[in-house]
Structure formats: structure tokens, C-alpha cells
């Protein structure tokens, strides 16, 4: 793509307390784009935000958003920012509508009507006048996606956006931030747990692991690696030859079972090698990966750090 | 800035703490101009009982006694020159009294107002002040509402300086509220008059000592105005550097703790002022400002007005200088 | 919108409020530091007749009076303001043809320490050489800031109080002495105005001051010390100031007769 870049990461290194928290992270967006970050609690997906929107400094590296870097241009850079990290926290005393006047009141641009607009969009109309105090953890995370629509960024960072959300209220978000990517040609950057929303959503992800990621791509590639089960007799044979000849990392299950993924080969080659070795094929099946699976399988077995 | 300070005063009145810090006050002179009255009311009948009714009530000629007496200090040649000068003053006072009809025992809203401020003025309104400026910044912090606040296209200093310049305001509104509050409370009790009655002013601290030479008399409102003037400086002074301690800690609570802490220190430190040097550098013992105006300060070399002043201007750009430097770098983790 | 309202009403006052509490802390400062601009009017010193140009005249057609001491002494409580001042002269009067030429150094709250470093500072070496007759009120001062004790401090203090009270006054005695060696001194006992409310332990305390004093003065034999308390005693209503403290006019007229009384033969010698 041809554009500009809305969000560049270059390089970013944060050592916090003596330990390096996030170790190497580059990342590129595009406008329209709908990304998806994920990895295990503890992973730095928070931090990485927070050093995007600047309420951390990078230890190293830069952070460009539309151009302007977050370092020397703050001011010019945040404009394009809209976002939520971790609870939306706003203040308890005031009405929906008067934490979000404030907000308002710090940004020119942004007038009332464009308020009562994000309002709608969130579907909060009738409650905006109570104090907060009384909302549904549901209606302040509604409120949160209000408050980072208001300056119509070009970048929404949205972390655990549908965090208390029922499923009527989930669906309603799939398909605002939908209408939000391809009407507005906003670019949404969301950090969740709830890795089918993400399937949902997303067209690109990354996985992070002990800061640094370690795996990015367009979603539909990535859920497109088949993961294949076959039922042998001699399952260390199998797996010999998947690495000898494909360099295929298998492993096995139990007794007889063997797994891996495979991206490229076709299963009908494989088979027929695995016959011609001697193998006694008893079961092959291929199983759709889901992204839950494929980040457990990348993440499994990780202490948080 | 306008919108920003604008924002940052309705948090303030939302929060209800103006409210808070108003009652406290309504309060407070309530209780201080009942027990005045109270006090006034005894001194009187212990005076009849010593000396016979005439003493109080005709008062008049006991003042005028007192004048010719003076009068005939004033007039003789071993009079020393340095007592001259109070001597003037205490017979315009007199005088006034006279004129005025005004029985010089007698409490009046002008002389409760300028009062009540001299005894606030080092911790009570300290206390005030603080309970609105130790919430500013951690109270956000330790509720989370920061991070929303910071994450906007508003650089964080200018962020900080509306909440800086949100409490200026409030002191303002404070000093004021007292002066009316004490002027309209105690009126009820003691009449609203005594704004023309001359104060005397003018005191010097040389080499230790107080030197009431060059004193002189102004109207009490004069002298009024100028006790909530230095009121108002102490606020902005006791302001900032809770502000700082507000933006170096998490919690409100620890916030407050630690300027009362200090504030309360003060009272025992002033004991070490006059052997102890280093202890004039601190803040909470330079607070009694209206001390030096109306000359009841307890004289210590080199603690002079202007000595306070500074001392307390410099605690002030320091603090907010601290608060500006941590603020706009530090990484925020909540 | 009342929100709106309020704030543009409290951002109003603040700023005026800012205004004049600068113009305020402004004067505070300038009040208390350069020398005030408002010097209080000049008060115009009238000499009193006791100028040192006149007393520099040892004319023996002149009696010269000097009073030291206290209020009482500068005459405070008088109606007419001039207490000795006035009314010892002219008693005296009464008794001489001469002149008399009077000198009054009262000071108000002055105590015995007080009146050794009047005498020792050199400003009154003239009239002390030149005078005749040298009357002193001295001590009530000094002895009134025991009654202010509670019971149990007040023995001790007094002795204290007391001790360096008469070795002050020696001192004075001596000064006087060794410049005027034949003036007669005259020292008024003190009396007590607090009648109705002095303990029996505080009254015995004030006569053994008053006794002490007497032994001191009758030492000299040119000195008298002449007592006010058996005048006053009864006649507080009569004689007292409306201060409670200090003798009134009339008080002075009878104390100033009573001191001509013990000196008439005295005067009348001279």
C-alpha cells in the first residue's frame, strides 16, 4: 500500500524497573486497516499502547502516528488519536454527558453536535445525563468508545473495548468498528482477550510474547494453516520424515498421533510419502485452526514475566 | 487555557469540595465570634467586680485620663525618641475611640475580621487549602481518570497549569469567602462597624528586637485588607507545594497527611528558631506573616517580612517547579 | 446555562480578587520594611519648667525639686495631668517665699532597673547636683508582677523580686548621693489599690517591702521615707484614679501635703 503510514513503530525497547518489558516491536498500519494484538496477560500489549498514545516514554525506538512523532510532536500527533486503556475511567461525579463535554472542551474541533453524534453511535441517548456513578460496567465501556470517537481520529486504539459487553452489545461494536474502518477509513488498533472477537473483527494480528512479537499477518492466512492429525504405527517415523522433507515441525499426541501444521504442501503429497515410507496411515483429518488454538499452540507453555 | 482552567474548576465544585471547605469556615467563625462574645461578656463582669461598675461603663474617663497622661509623656524632654512614635498612635487611637464613642473594649466586625485571619492564618487556612489542592493531581491518578486526561492533543504541562492556575482561583475564592463570612457572622454578634478605626502598623524586627518606632496608625480596613492580602500569598505559597506533594504521590489520603505532618512540626520547630538557624529555611515557621504587620511577632534575629517572604516565595518556585519537571516526564503506569 | 454562569462569576471575582490582594500584599510589605512614608505629625516638646538652662541658676532665691520614678511619680492618674509636679510645689509654696523650680523624669512602668540606668545614662547629672529636694516613687512596678503568681511561686519570686529591687536602689542612692550629697530625698512608701482582693500572705509580703525600703532609706540620715498606705487605705474611693491604680487629683493634694507636713521646718529653713 501506497499510503501514508497512520501508525509506525520502529524499534521500541521500554526497560521498566531493570527489566526489559518490551524487548523489539516494529509495527506499520495502514488507514482502514483493523488490527488485532494479542498475547498472553503480562505479554506487554499494555504498555505498548501506552507507549503509543505517550503516557510512557520508549526506552528506545520512536512512534509515529499520521506523520508526526509522538516524542516531539505530541500535540500534532495525539489529534489523530483516539482511545481507551485498560477501564475507560472517567469522573464519577459528573453526568455522561458532562465527563464528555470536557472532553470536548479540550479540543476545538469538536462541538457539541459532534458529542450527541458519538453518543448515538454508541447507543447511550438515554442515559447520558445520569451521573456515571450509576452506569452498568456495559454503559461506561459504551461511554469509553464515545469519548474516543469525539475528535473523529484517524487512529481508534481500543484496549478490551468490548469488556462488559452482552452479546447483543458485542455484535452492535463488531459492527460499528466495521463502519468506522471502511466509511470513515479509520484505523482500529484493538487489544483483546477474546480471540473470536478478534477473528471476527481483525483482517491483520500480531501475537506478542515477552516483548516482542512473534508472529504477524493477515488473519485469514494465518487461520489458514491447517492443523493435520494422522494416526500411525510408528508416529517417530512420521515425524522424521515431515522434518527431513518439508522441515515440518511435527509432534506427538497420544500413542499414535501425530500433529502439525502445515502451510504450504498439500496433504495428498504428504500422504503419499508417508505410505511409500512403510507408514500404516490409519486416520488423517484436518481441523480448521482457530486462532485461540494457534495462540495457545504459539504461547503455550509461557510463564508470565 | 481558558476551557482547560474552566474544566478543572467544575471538577472542584462537582467534587463538592468548595462546598466542604466553605462550611468548614461558616463553621469555624461561628464558633470563634460566639466564643469572643462570650469572653467579652465575662472580661466585663470580672472588671465590675474589681474595680467597681465605673470602670466599664464610664470608660470615657478612663480613656480620657489615659490621654492626659499621655499627653504629658509626649510633652517631657527625657522622653526617649524611639517610644515617641508608638505613644502618637495609641493617643489617635484613644482619640478615635472618644470621637466615635467606642468603647475600646468593645469587639467589632472590622476588628474580628482582620483577627480571625491573624490566628487562621498559619494553619487553619493552610488546612483549607490543602483539602482542595491534595486531591488535584493524585486524586486522578489513584482513581485512573488521568490516563483519559493525558491521551488527548494537550501537552501534559499545559494540562498541569490549568490545574495550577484552577486552584489559584480557588484561593482567591476562599480568602474572600473568609473575609466575608468573618465581616457577616460577626457582625450579628459584635456590629458591622469599626472599618474606619485606626490599627497601628508599622513594626520593625531589628537585630531581634522589635522596634515600634516608625509605627503609625491606618483605618482597619486598610489594615484588613492587608492581612488577607498576606492571607491569600500563604494560601498560593501552601498551595503549590501540596500541589507538588499531590503530583509525587498516589494517594490523597498520604497527600494530606504529609503537609499537615509538616504544618503541625512547625508549631513544635518555632520552639528551635532562635538557636537553631537552619530551621528559618522552612516553610511552616516563615506562615505568620500578619505577626510582623501587627507587631506581635515574637521577635528572632534575622526573621524579619521580607526574610519570610522570600523564604516562602522560593519554597513556592521550587515546589512548582518539582511538580512542573515530574509531571510532563514521568511514565504512568495506573 | 447556571453552570456557565457560575463559572464566568467566580472567574470574575478571582481575578479582581487577585487584583487588590496584589495592590494589598504590596502595602503589607512596604508597611513593614522601608521607613514608613507617613511619619506621625511631628508632636511640638514643650519643655516643662524644669528646662536645664534655667536649673544651671543655683540661685538662692530658688528651691530646686527633683522627681524621679514611676507613674505615679510623672503624676498619672491627675485630672489636670501634672500629679507632684504641680501640687508639691505648691504646698511647698506655702511654707517659703522662694521659687521652686521642678523637674519631673517619671516614666510610666518604670522599675527599679529602670531608674539605676536613668541615673546611670548621665542625662539627669544636672538635676540631680542642682536639686534641693529629691522626691522618689519607685517599686510598685517591680513588686506588681508577683501578685500575677499563684500562691505557691510568690514567696519564692518575691524574695527574688525583692533583693535585687533594694540592691537597685542602693545603687540609685548612691549615684544621688555621691553627686548631691545635701539634697533630702524624700521616698513615698507604697501604698496597696487592690484592697479587696489581696490575700493576707500578699499584704504581709507588700509590708515587708515597704519595710525593707524603710530600713534602707532611714540610713541615710538626710532621706525620709514617708508612707502612703495609712492614708489610702480607707479613702481608695476618695482618692483613687478611675484607672483603680493610680491617686486622682485629690490624692495628690493630700500625699503633697503630707510630704510638706514632714518637711516644713526643712523648708521653712531653707
Not at chain 1, 478490551?160 to 466495521?178: K, M, Q, V
Not at chain 3, 446555562?1 to 457560575?6: A, E, N
Request: charged share 20%; with cysteine; aromatic share 8%.
Amino acid at each position: 500500500m501506497q499510503q501514508t503510514p497512520v501508525l509506525e513503530l520502529k524499534n521500541i525497547k521500554k526497560t521498566i524497573k531493570g527489566k526489559e518489558i518490551i524487548k523489539h516491536i516494529d509495527l506499520t498500519l495502514y488507514p482502514s486497516q483493523i488490527f488485532g494484538f494479542l498475547g498472553p496477560n503480562g505479554a506487554g500489549k499494555t504498555t505498548t499502547i501506552r507507549m503509543i498514545v505517550g503516557l510512557i516514554r520508549p526506552t528506545e525506538g520512536s512512534v509515529t502516528i499520521c506523520g508526526h512523532s509522538v516524542a516531539h510532536d505530541f500535540v500534532k500527533a495525539m489529534s489523530n488519536v483516539g482511545c481507551i486503556i485498560e477501564s475507560p475511567d472517567m469522573y464519577k461525579y459528573l453526568t455522561g454527558m458532562e465527563n464528555l463535554l470536557q472532553y470536548a472542551a479540550m479540543n476545538k474541533t469538536i462541538g457539541k453536535q459532534r458529542v450527541r453524534d458519538a453518543v448515538e453511535m454508541v447507543g447511550l441517548q438515554h442515559r447520558i445525563n445520569d451521573k456515571i456513578s450509576t452506569y452498568s460496567l456495559g454503559m461506561r465501556q459504551r461511554l469509553g468508545i464515545a469519548q474516543a470517537l469525539l475528535s473523529r481520529p484517524k487512529l481508534l486504539i481500543l484496549d478490551e473495548p468490548t469488556n462488559g459487553l452482552d452479546p447483543a452489545g458485542i455484535t452492535e461494536f463488531r459492527n460499528l468498528i466495521r463502519r468506522l474502518a471502511y466509511e470513515e477509513s479509520m484505523t482500529v488498533f484493538v487489544s483483546s482477550h477474546l480471540l473470536l472477537e478478534i477473528q471476527e473483527i481483525c483482517d491483520t494480528v500480531s501475537i506478542i510474547k515477552q516483548g516482542t512479537v512473534i508472529k504477524t499477518g493477515a488473519v485469514q492466512e494465518l487461520l489458514h494453516e491447517d492443523k493435520i492429525e494422522w494416526q500411525l504405527n510408528d508416529p517417530q517415523k512420521a515425524i522424521a520424515l515431515l522434518d527431513e522433507h518439508w522441515n515440518i515441525k511435527a509432534v506427538q499426541l497420544k500413542k499414535n498421533t501425530v500433529s502439525a501444521r502445515l502451510g504450504e504442501p498439500s496433504l495428498a503429497e504428504i500422504n503419499e510419502l508417508l505410505i511409500k515410507e512403510g507408514l500404516e496411515l490409519t486416520y488423517c483429518s484436518s481441523k480448521q485452526n482457530t486462532l485461540e488454538e494457534l495462540f495457545l499452540g504459539l504461547t503455550e507453555g509461557d510463564q508470565i514475566v | 487555557m481558558f476551557s482547560l482552567i474552566e474544566n478543572e474548576v467544575t471538577k472542584m465544585i462537582a467534587k463538592k469540595r468548595l462546598m466542604f471547605v466553605l462550611i468548614i469556615l461558616v463553621i469555624l467563625i461561628s464558633v470563634f465570634a460566639y466564643g469572643q462574645n462570650r469572653t467579652l461578656a465575662r472580661t466585663k463582669a470580672q472588671l465590675t467586680q474589681r474595680m467597681g461598675i465605673t470602670a466599664t461603663v464610664d470608660w470615657r474617663k478612663l480613656a480620657e485620663q489615659q490621654l492626659i497622661d499621655m499627653k504629658g509623656r509626649l510633652d517631657s524632654p527625657y522622653m526617649d525618641a524611639k517610644s515617641q512614635s508608638s505613644l502618637t498612635v495609641r493617643m489617635q487611637q484613644l482619640q478615635y475611640d472618644l470621637n466615635n464613642n467606642i468603647n475600646p473594649l468593645d469587639q467589632s466586625a472590622a476588628k474580628f475580621t482582620a483577627t480571625f485571619m491573624e490566628q487562621s492564618i498559619f494553619l487553619f487556612l493552610p488546612l483549607l487549602v490543602v483539602i482542595l489542592a491534595a486531591d488535584m493531581v493524585s486524586g486522578e491518578s489513584s482513581s485512573g481518570t488521568i490516563k483519559l486526561l493525558l491521551v488527548r492533543n494537550v501537552p501534559r504541562w499545559k494540562i498541569l497549569l490549568s490545574k495550577y492556575l484552577a486552584l489559584i482561583i480557588l484561593e482567591v475564592v476562599v480568602v474572600f469567602c473568609a473575609f466575608l463570612l468573618s465581616a457577616l457572622i460577626s457582625g450579628f454578634f459584635f456590629g458591622f462597624g469599626g472599618w474606619m478605626a485606626p490599627v497601628a502598623t508599622g513594626f520593625k524586627v531589628l537585630a531581634g528586637k522589635l522596634d515600634a518606632s516608625g509605627v503609625f496608625n491606618v483605618q482597619e480596613w486598610q489594615f484588613s485588607l492587608m492581612v488577607y492580602s498576606l492571607a491569600f500569598f500563604v494560601a498560593v505559597v501552601v498551595g503549590s507545594i501540596s500541589f507538588m506533594i499531590s503530583v509525587l504521590v498516589k494517594s490523597t489520603a498520604a497527600s494530606i497527611g504529609i503537609i499537615l505532618a509538616t504544618l503541625i512540626a512547625g508549631n513544635f520547630i518555632s520552639f528551635f528558631l532562635s538557636d537553631w538557624t537552619l530551621t528559618h529555611y522552612l516553610f511552616m515557621v516563615n506562615l505568620r506573616l500578619t505577626d510582623y504587620l501587627s507587631g506581635a511577632v515574637q521577635p528572632v534575629d534575622g526573621m524579619n517580612m521580607l526574610f519570610s517572604v522570600t523564604v516562602l516565595f522560593v519554597w513556592a518556585l521550587v515546589a512548582t517547579f518539582v511538580s512542573f519537571l515530574y509531571f510532563t516526564k514521568k511514565d504512568i503506569l495506573v | 446555562m447556571l453552570k456557565k454562569t457560575i463559572w464566568y462569576s467566580v472567574f470574575t471575582i478571582a481575578i479582581a480578587g487577585i487584583v487588590v490582594l496584589a495592590g494589598g500584599f504590596y502595602q503589607a510589605l512596604k508597611v513593614t520594611t522601608e521607613n514608613s512614608p507617613f511619619r506621625p505629625a511631628k508632636v511640638a516638646m514643650t519643655q516643662t519648667s524644669g528646662s536645664p538652662a534655667k536649673s544651671e541658676l543655683k540661685n538662692t532665691n530658688t528651691l530646686q525639686l527633683l522627681i524621679l520614678g514611676d507613674s505615679i511619680a510623672k503624676g498619672t492618674g491627675d485630672e489636670k495631668g501634672k500629679g507632684f509636679s504641680a501640687d508639691l510645689p505648691q504646698a511647698i509654696k506655702t511654707d517659703t517665699s522662694k521659687d521652686i523650680l521642678v523637674t519631673d523624669a517619671g516614666i510610666n512602668g518604670l522599675e527599679s532597673q529602670g531608674l539605676l540606668g536613668q541615673l546611670q545614662n548621665g542625662r539627669l547629672n544636672k538635676p540631680v547636683a542642682g536639686a534641693n529636694f529629691i522626691l522618689l516613687s519607685i517599686g510598685g512596678n517591680d513588686l506588681r508582677t508577683i501578685l500575677s503568681l499563684n500562691p505557691q511561686a510568690q514567696e519564692d519570686e518575691f524574695k527574688i523580686k525583692e533583693d535585687s529591687y533594694l540592691s537597685n536602689l542602693k545603687q540609685a542612692l548612691r549615684i544621688l548621693r555621691s553627686s548631691n550629697p545635701n539634697a533630702y530625698i524624700v521616698f513615698l512608701g507604697l501604698y496597696n489599690p487592690y484592697e479587696k482582693t489581696t490575700t493576707a500572705e500578699e499584704v504581709s509580703l507588700w509590708q515587708e517591702w515597704n519595710y525593707n525600703t524603710e530600713l534602707l532609706i532611714e540610713s541615710d540620715h538626710k532621706a525620709i521615707y514617708i508612707p502612703s498606705d495609712d492614708l489610702m487605705k480607707f479613702n481608695l474611693g476618695k482618692y483613687l484614679a478611675p484607672d483603680g491604680l493610680h491617686p486622682n487629683s485629690a490624692g495628690y493634694l493630700a500625699l503633697s501635703d503630707r510630704i510638706r507636713k514632714s518637711l516644713e521646718s526643712v523648708i521653712a529653713g531653707t
